[in-house]
């Protein structure tokens, strides 16, 4: 279990995270969603260490804070919003780097595999710089599951923690990611995800986190939490929830009149 | 090309070196009158063994030194134009150079004579390394180096420091303006065996390190914390680094003087041959790096022989166009 305790995170003297109890577990997908500026970033920073919080971050029941990073990076992979390489790296290059987190004599198929199931078979050889922003996210992302192949090892779970994973792709690549994870998560590991798109989020997570002023709203399965009342409370319009035609995933229509 | 290639390449220069100048005096026929039992020729001896070799590795050890810098800083910075004179190295070794030579006088004359001709040096070396101490000072807050601050920074000190230079020059004589115009132009030509036996060590020291640094630099492309995320122990390696260049850079402009360019040019060069990966570019970088140099100095000893052209001018009139060609080229890459 990756869990959080009474999370306060200040920036610049202003408390952007609150008190914030977070827990994840692993055969799930985790989302975090919220409104812009709610703290979700904020809450995948701590849980990443890219920020200095104060409460207790524990994965596994081991303290993040005095894990060693070679260990924390063994068990947790993270793909950060957007990511400029500064050298002309080709495609093969980067996603290798996920080797570099214990995993380096792995056989040099697993770069090959983890392109393959981002949908990026074959680009091996291509410089990263020159892609689309839509194809370099998923390389990072091939990048991010190479370094976290096994979604189970010695140590227990292995994690994905992902900021806005399908940010920039189109509807099918995003579905594709979002398979991705789903099969990660089933076949027992971890995945975290802060996500904007509430029906996609709705369709594949298990758990979700609403975020709203630095402090949790709800966390639960997404019927429970994408409700009306909440999510208007929290988004601050009107966002009618009905049942997806598919199954029972809850579905949200925005309006174009429903602005209060 | 490889690292074979390009030993062999380093091997023909040296060859060259030791061939090129005003007198006949040449590898081949040193060791032709050695295999025939003569006795080496006084002049020839002087010529090779106290002149041209002494040249030949001041020369392997300050190229190797600026282009693996070159290439680390530019890692670190992960920013292909990145060299380090930026973070003050150059700024600050030039200062205390220039300390030495105008007040060097003002020494008690006990000291004077105990530090001798390694005025210059030492004096170099050690304002290389208290401008990069200052500067890693500045830039680091709570255990984290900021790039932006460290590069603003080091615009800061270097007209700190020029200012500081430019008072000093104020007040030199002429025959130390001499000496000045001609450290800050950068050269070879004050090869001695002493020279090498400062500089040396400190240099094989820092380039030994950088092995060690190539894999964290591949990481550190993708930035810090992605870096981070995968094991890497950034702070370290960074320390690690800014260690590294210092000692191999500020050695390097000690004993050579202001030789420009060769940090970007080398580094920019490896990676259209063989690609950005640390792995195989620090290794090359110091062969190329050592080949480029030995190839401008013999050009500046030959190209208005029998006098010659401080090396700094000739990595300069080679170095700038080739700069503002990569420059030009990385336009839209670069958000500074």
């Known amino acids: 279990m990756f869990e959080a305790l009474n999370i306060h995170v200040s920036l610049a003297g202003k408390e952007v995270l609150r008190g914030v109890d977070f827990r994840a577990y692993p055969g799930q997908i985790t989302a975090i969603v919220g409104p812009n500026g709610s703290g979700k970033t904020t809450l995948l920073r701590a849980l990443t260490q890219e920020t200095a919080y104060t409460g207790s971050i524990t994965l596994g029941g081991d303290d993040i804070a005095v894990l060693p990073g070679w260990k924390l990076a063994a068990r947790r992979a993270v793909l950060p919003q957007a990511s400029r390489i500064a050298f002309p790296f080709t495609v093969y290059e980067v996603v290798r780097l996920g080797l570099l987190a214990g995993a380096e004599a792995a056989q040099d198929t697993r770069v090959s595999d983890a392109l393959a199931r981002v949908g990026l078979g074959g680009f091996e050889g291509r410089y990263y710089q020159e892609l689309s922003g839509g194809e370099q996210q998923r390389v990072q992302f091939a990048r991010v599951l190479s370094q976290v192949w096994e979604p189970q090892g010695d140590d227990g779970p292995k994690w994905l923690i992902l900021d806005e994973p399908v940010s920039s792709l189109d509807i099918s690549h995003q579905l594709e990611v979002m398979n991705v994870l789903s099969r990660y998560a089933h076949a027992g590991g971890g995945v975290i995800a802060v996500m904007h798109d509430l029906n996609l989020t709705a369709m594949y997570a298990d758990q979700i986190a609403v975020l709203s002023g630095g402090r949790i709203m709800k966390q639960g399965a997404p019927r429970d939490v994408l409700t009306e009342a909440l999510l208007s409370e929290t988004y601050g319009c009107t966002l009618p929830v009905g049942v997806a035609p598919s199954g029972d995933a809850p579905f949200i229509l925005p309006q174009a009149a429903s602005l209060r | ?336």
């Open chain 2, 1 to 336: 090309m490889s690292v074979f290639g390009l030993s062999v390449l380093l091997l023909l220069t040296s060859i060259a070196s030791l061939n090129a100048g005003a007198s006949g005096t040449s590898v081949w026929s040193v060791l032709s009158q050695a295999l025939q039992g003569e006795a080496i020729s006084a002049q020839d001896r002087i010529i090779l063994f106290d002149i041209r070799i002494p040249r030949l590795l001041m020369g392997i050890l300050v190229g190797a030194a600026l282009a693996v810098s070159g290439a680390v800083m530019q890692g670190l910075f992960r920013n292909p134009l990145a060299d380090p004179g930026l973070v003050g190295v150059g700024a600050g070794a030039g200062l205390g150079a220039i300390t030495a030579i105008v007040l060097g006088g003002a020494l008690p004359l006990a000291l004077q004579q105990s530090l001798g001709y390694f005025a210059v040096p030492v004096a170099a070396f050690l304002g290389g390394w208290a401008s990069t101490m200052i500067l890693y000072r500045i830039s680091t807050h709570r255990g984290r180096t900021s790039v932006a601050v460290m590069l603003l920074g080091g615009i800061a000190l270097a007209a700190l420091t020029g200012a500081l230079s430019g008072i000093l020059i104020y007040m030199a004589d002429d025959a130390q303006l001499r000496d000045l115009t001609f450290w800050g132009l950068g050269s070879l030509a004050g090869a001695t065996w002493d020279k090498i036996w400062l500089a040396g060590p400190l240099i094989l020291l820092a380039l030994a390190a950088t092995p060690f640094l190539a894999r964290s630099l591949n990481a550190l492309a993708l930035g810090e914390a992605p870096a981070a995320h995968l094991g890497i122990p950034v702070q370290r390696m960074k320390n690690i680094s800014i260690l590294s260049v210092a000692a191999a850079v500020g050695a390097a402009v000690a004993i050579s003087g202001g030789i420009g360019f060769v940090g970007i040019v080398v580094p920019h060069l490896l990676r259209l041959m063989i690609g950005p990966d640390h792995r195989y570019l620090l290794p090359n970088a110091a062969l190329l790096g050592a080949t480029l140099l030995l190839a401008a100095d013999i050009i500046s000893r030959t190209v208005i022989a029998p006098a010659e052209l401080p090396i700094g001018i000739v990595t300069a009139c080679l170095g700038g166009p080739f700069f503002l060609w990569i420059l030009l080229r990385n336009r839209s890459l670069l958000d500074l």
